[in-house]
């Protein structure tokens, strides 16, 4: 860690380069976790860019390391990490080499944000609502409180929130209305960047659709960046403008949605899409045979190749990442070039 912080992100080189170059990039990024069991690799060596105003969704298979990753963004870390390294860019600030303190006063809410899975554990239940969504205003913007009741009514607005809202407790809310609530929360400093974790979890097929269509609004008149956690492939790809894969802690494609949700690169993420019904095509659901390895000893070479169908000798090494045609990145053999 440095002891001289920069002063805010956008003083750190010419206002060009922030405006044009990507507004997230992570170079190796590694988050392990110490265990009675091992270590665990919940993030292992991820790299990847998101511009502005863009919408990545990240998804795989239940314990992938898809929320580690964006705890790993925000530093939002448990007490038993073991190791926690490599590079975060922010507007053209590697974030990693600031202090914690620093990160929290300048980035933490500031430019990024979160929506969180459990929207009922995520909002204290004894304060109301209201004063939560702007408690981020008074403490990061230094804003007075009635400022920040306004600006937090003005976002409830936006989301759909009805006004007297602001003066309840969560469990008065319905599930749809308090994770509403956190997405105002979420939006009230104007983040750059939001990360959205399950964000329509535990909801109605029509809370979700609502909560998307709010998301969509959002990110056209603010014109933020999210980046989409979530096991709902089919509603995500309304939102999403890039797509990734990952699987046992890594990135194994990045592709922009058309490419990713119509025709994937990586063999998994082949399989992962044959998974998901669909409404406007018939097709045979395939499944994945077998089970994803343990974060704990995974297996050398593609971790991915005991499960894939496409395996072969080369397979047993660590496959490098190829750039297929526009930008699109691919971490698998098959594409190698002959």
């Known amino acids: 860690m440095t002891n001289q912080q920069p002063q805010t992100l956008d003083q750190t080189r010419p206002a060009t380069a922030v405006d044009t170059g990507p507004l997230l990039r992570t170079m190796e990024l590694r988050l392990y976790f110490r265990t009675t069991k ?9 790299s990847f ?5 863009r919408s990545m969704a990240v998804l795989g298979e239940s314990g992938c390391g898809k929320t580690s990753l964006a705890r790993a ?18 507007n053209g600030t590697d974030v990693m080499k600031t202090s914690e303190e620093w990160f929290r006063q300048n980035v933490r809410w500031r430019k990024i944000s979160m929506v969180s899975q ?7 239940p004894v304060l109301k609502v209201g004063y939560q969504v702007a408690e981020p205003l008074t403490i990061h913007l230094k804003m007075g409180k009635e400022a920040a009741l306004a600006r937090a009514r003005e976002m409830f607005r936006l989301v759909g929130v009805p006004e007297d809202f602001l003066f309840r407790y969560a469990f008065e809310l319905s599930g749809g209305m308090r994770q509403r609530a956190i997405l105002a929360m979420a939006l009230v400093t104007n983040p750059d960047l939001i990360l959205l974790d399950e964000p329509t979890s535990a909801l109605d097929m029509l809370t979700q659709a609502n909560i998307f269509n709010a998301l969509k609004d959002v990110k056209n008149q603010f014109q933020v960046s999210f980046v989409l956690i ?24 990045k592709s922009n949605a058309e490419i990713g949700y119509r025709e994937p690169l990586h063999p998994y ?7 998901v019904p669909t409404l406007r095509e018939d097709k ?5 045979p077998g089970q ?17 169908p496409k395996r072969f000798s080369r397979c047993d090494d660590e496959p490098p990442t190829y750039t297929v045609g526009d930008g699109n990145i691919v971490k698998c053999w098959l594409y190698a070039k002959a």
């Not at 860019?49 to 105003?53: N, S």
């Not at 459990?118 to 204290?124: E, G, K, Y």
């Not at 096991?231 to 890594?250: C, K, N, P, R, W």
């Open 38 to 46: 091992g270590v665990v690799q919940a993030v292992d060596g991820v």
């Open 49 to 53: 860019e998101l511009g502005r105003r």
């Open 73 to 90: 963004i925000l530093r939002l870390l448990p007490r038993n990490v073991h190791t926690f390294t490599g590079e975060v860019w922010l």
């Open 118 to 124: 459990a929207a009922m554990n995520a909002l204290n």
């Open 230 to 253: 979530t096991h709902d492939i089919s509603t995500s790809s309304d939102l999403a403008d890039e797509v990734v894969f990952m699987y046992a802690g890594q990135i194994v494609e």
């Open 269 to 275: 993420a082949r399989m992962l899409m044959a998974s």
């Open 284 to 288: 045979k659901l395939e499944f994945i």
């Open 292 to 308: 994803p390895p343990s974060l704990i000893s995974p297996p050398t070479g593609c971790r991915f190749k005991e499960r894939c």
